[in-house]
């Protein structure tokens, strides 16, 4: 993208507990027909978490989901995928949203017709 086109975007991102990602993409793609979406996945121990539990080996596997839209949709997205991901529930993640200070266009290439 170039510069003047990321800044008129911003960029959701939402930490869901383990397995929360992919219905979550399969709702934005097929429902909102979103198709700016990245997953990666990390490990980490709660703040509410008591001492007791937290040790090596006792962190638990999160999903960190990003979605980049358009300045004029994002807040509309941001509550859509806030209930759609459950993040209203206890313990259902914790997601916000900022500008978007770089991206790279990539577009898949067309592919021929299959005879």
Known sequence: MLRSEFQSHKL???ILPKGRAAPL????V???GINRVNVTYARGVGRLTPLRHRGVGESTEKEIVNVIVS???ADELFEFIFFAADINRPHGGLMYQQPLTSATLFNLPDEP???
């Open 12 to 14: 959701i991102t939402a």
């Open 25 to 28: 993409i399969n709702t934005l």
């Open 30 to 32: 097929h429902e909102r």
């Open 71 to 73: 300045v004029e949709e």
């Open 113 to 115: 017709e299959e005879e």
